[in-house]
């Protein structure tokens, strides 16, 4: 395998392990989630980190100077693309998170809650918002947000863990503890699965248009999941 990491040209190969693996994953196919050799050496990025980072460069052309997308929220941003967007000085870019005791988070990472952001109406061109929503319990309530927040016609990245099996989204409000998360989603932190029909019905209730977007074929050397799609939110117009 021919590598190069999109976002710091690292080639090291084999990648490093990331994820846990649980059987909940394999038996609902979950894409997006699990034990897999997929930790950039150089940057720590994941497949999902260089998936949405190789969108953000070469299809919102985001890093070019003609780029109309000057106001950015990025919700739990990833360290490797942060970096990125931490150095470009026309850009007004807000990385926020919700900072939870005992966790170390990065200086430039604001505290703000997705449910509750302290941001105008209509402000903002694009939210990242890559792997969060899964767990978030109320995450139709934190899409309101993201909604409101975007100006009319801003885009939203909203990556989730995505079950290839699954015909409704497998959720149970009542499962708070982590081995009964773990058993039942995959993961400690996440409070469901969601299958790609539901995901996309959760989202387009707030009032977006969601596109999905292929384009892991075009970066055979970017370690990118095949499987792994964009979904990209869109605000109304009116
Ligand atoms: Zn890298």
């Known amino acids: ?17 990331v994820g846990s693996s649980f059987h909940i994953l ?6 997006g989630a699990g034990s897999r050799l997929q930790k950039c050496h150089g940057c720590s990025s994941t497949d999902r980190d260089r998936l949405v980072f190789v969108y953000l460069r070469d299809y919102l052309r985001v890093f070019s100077a003609e ?7 990025h919700v739990a941003p990833e360290h490797c693309i942060a970096q990125w967007f931490l150095e470009q000085k026309d850009i007004s870019y807000m990385p926020i998170d919700s900072k ?6 990065q200086d430039y990472i604001m505290e703000m809650n997705v449910l509750d952001l302290d941001i105008q109406s209509n402000s903002v061109d694009l939210v990242i918002c890559n792997h969060v929503l899964q767990d978030i ?9 993201i909604n409101r927040v975007l100006k009319p016609g801003g885009k939203a990245i909203l990556q989730v863990p995505i079950s290839n099996s699954a015909d409704h989204i497998i959720e149970d409000p009542t499962v ?9 989603f995959g993961q400690r932190f996440h409070c469901r699965i969601y299958n790609e029909s539901g995901f996309i019905h959760r989202v387009s209730a707030v009032g977006f248009d969601v596109e999905t977007i292929s384009i892991s074929d075009q ?9 792994e799609k964009l979904f990209v939110a869109n605000k109304h117009h009116d």
């Open 219 to 227: 970066y055979s050397d970017c370690s990118l999941n095949p499987l």
């Open 67 to 73: 780029c109309g997308i000057k106001t950015i929220l």
């Open 176 to 184: 708070k503890d982590y081995s009964g998360r773990e058993a039942m």
């Open 26 to 31: 394999e038996e609902q196919c979950v894409i």
């Open 137 to 145: 319990e109320e995450d139709s309530k934190a899409l309101g947000e």
């Open 1 to 17: 395998m021919k590598y190069k990491c999109p976002i710091c040209t690292d080639s090291q190969w084999p990648l490093k392990q």
């Open 100 to 105: 939870e005791h005992g966790y170390e988070y």
